[in-house]
């Protein structure tokens, strides 16, 4: 078989076994739940898409994350500690084809989950709405279905940079306490870590204004957030968030690097 | 000791002539494996040679090195010091990427054979099988280990016995030309033993090179064409087991065994 082959294989029993565990299938059921629940209960698809935008933001850099890690903080170390990963080494399979496999078939899942989940909750939107403006009425043209793709896709890619932490969290970590751990601890710095960071570094003035952008794109928590204000909302922004961009990929291609280093090390 | 370095001083003297006359490579050769975790040396310049259809035996205390050995020599380690080469075909060591996804690929069953829960023994075996050159027939594979009526079931509802089954059976995907099988018959019943060591001649009889550890003596006396007694990090006897048992005058391999390793050693297993 072609690594490519390898990779599609291993990404299918991944798939498969997110499907089959009923602990992951719950919390996806949880976040859906609660995200159509808060366009729901709360005053965001009364007022559109954006509205809702702005509801669901910090609930999916809350949830996201924690959906992310639950898929993904073990994988890795399971097959490790049940000799699987010895055993896929005598039929020669690549670590880039192993990682890549596992990092497919989880965010497949999370994709499903996480975008399924917001497009039932932009659903409720033309529902919910009333037929005249209210006070929170937006021009049509801010105020579409396309700004709240725009969102679901940035959420996207939110959650398969998080997975992508998460699955380094896996590889690198050799017991289950250190990967809960190491889980724990970067959930808590990206919701938080950087944010007070940004906060403490303006108020002591160890850096300026102009230099936050640049620091909540070193958390995928902020550097999502950027980009949801800077390209699924119009703010009147003049420049794109690219250093969120930037942040946000290069969360992905670090992360995956770590993973595959980290997977075993290859036999002289 | 003393005969059973003699046995060890024989073996070696084999490998030299098998050098010398050119003949075949062995299916599987490691050459002064060293190795140590921290402070404590668990293998010490251990060399052993395995010839295409050759059983071969290793015995020795609990943590004596016999699963560290075997994890370099499935080549899922990598030792501090040695090298391990694989391939009868005389294709060297850096052939591995051919080598190991057809017929020159080292099948491994792990100590402790773990499985993705929620998959049947079939599926587990078919998810393996697409890793492997050519065709494989699972349900064949199955019936060979005595699986093919839990072939539905799921891994984690299997026993102990039954989960080192299907641990063996997917060692056996691809056919490969050397089987390393870290305590095959633990957890197996008396039965289940004898079957599991029948399939493992029947295997050496096709060609397979069979390295294996195990503490039922009994069975590897019977079928072993060597039994190599680590003790220590080191090979401190090596030879067929009816020589082993002459050289020290015992009844039998389990008695010999005892001459061969520490006394402390052997009460505290």
């Known amino acids: 078989m072609s690594d490519v082959e390898d990779l599609f294989a291993i990404a299918a029993r991944e798939l498969r076994t997110v499907v089959r565990t009923p602990a992951v299938v719950a919390l996806a059921v949880v976040f859906g739940l609660t995200v159509v629940a808060v366009a729901a209960a709360g005053t965001g698809a009364r007022g559109g898409y954006v509205p809702l935008v702005l509801d669901l933001v910090p609930f999916v850099e809350a949830l996201v994350p924690l959906l992310a890690f639950a898929l993904c903080y073990r994988a890795v170390l399971s097959d490790r500690q049940t000799g699987e990963l010895d055993v896929l080494r005598t039929f020669d399979v690549s670590r880039l084809s192993y990682v890549g496999g596992v990092y497919l078939g989880r965010s497949i899942a999370l994709v499903v989950v996480v975008f399924g989940s917001l497009l039932v909750a932009a659903a409720t939107v033309p529902v919910l709405s009333p037929a005249k403006p209210t006070f929170l009425a937006l021009n049509a043209a801010a105020d579409s279905p396309v700004a709240f793709v725009r969102f679901a896709v940035l959420a996207v890619v939110f959650a398969l940079a998080v997975a992508a932490v998460a699955l380094a969290v896996s590889a690198a970590a050799r017991t289950a306490r250190q990967a809960i751990a190491l889980a724990v601890g970067l959930l808590v710095a990206f919701v938080v870590g950087v944010d007070a960071t940004a906060v403490a570094g303006l108020a002591s003035g160890t850096f300026g204004i102009d230099a936050v952008p640049l620091v909540l794109a070193l958390s995928p928590n902020g550097a999502f957030r950027s980009l949801v204000f800077g390209v699924a909302v119009e703010t009147g922004s003049q420049r794109p968030p690219l250093a969120a961009l930037v942040g946000l990929v290069g969360w992905v291609a670090a992360a995956l690097v770590v993973a595959v280093l980290t997977a075993w090390k290859p036999v002289e | ?269």
Do not use: C, W
């Open chain 2, 1 to 269: 000791m003393s005969e059973g370095d003699t046995a060890v001083r024989d073996a070696t003297e084999d490998e030299s002539t098998t050098e010398s006359t050119g003949a075949a490579r062995p299916a599987i050769e490691a050459t002064d494996l060293s190795h140590a975790f921290g402070d404590i040396h668990v293998l010490e310049g251990v060399s052993l040679s395995v010839e295409p259809g050759e059983i071969v035996a290793l015995v020795g205390p609990n943590g004596s090195g016999k699963s560290t050995l075997l994890r370099f020599l499935a080549r899922v380690r990598t030792p501090d010091e040695g090298t391990v080469s694989v391939g009868a075909s005389g294709q060297g060591e850096d052939d591995r990427r051919e080598g190991q996804g057809g017929h020159n690929r080292v099948g491994y069953l792990p100590q402790q054979p773990g499985f993705r829960d929620g998959f049947s023994a079939a599926d587990t075996l078919r998810f393996y099988a697409q890793f492997a050159d050519g065709d494989v027939d699972v349900s064949e594979i199955l019936t060979h280990v005595g699986l093919v009526e839990a072939s539905d079931r799921r891994v984690d509802a299997l026993s102990g016995g039954m989960t080192r089954l299907l641990g063996l059976g997917r060692a056996l995907i691809g056919d490969p030309a050397v089987l390393v099988l870290d305590e095959p018959a633990s957890g197996l019943d008396p039965g289940m033993v004898e079957r599991l060591f029948d399939i493992v001649s029947e295997l050496a009889d096709s060609g397979v090179a069979v390295v294996l550890s195990s503490h039922n003596l009994g069975p590897v006396e019977r079928t072993a064409d060597r039994v190599a007694v680590l003790d220590g990090g080191r090979f401190v006897a090596d030879g067929p087991p009816g020589e082993l048992v002459e050289a020290v005058s015992a009844a039998d391999l389990q008695t010999a065994f005892g001459e061969f390793v520490s006394t402390e050693e052997v009460e505290g297993r």
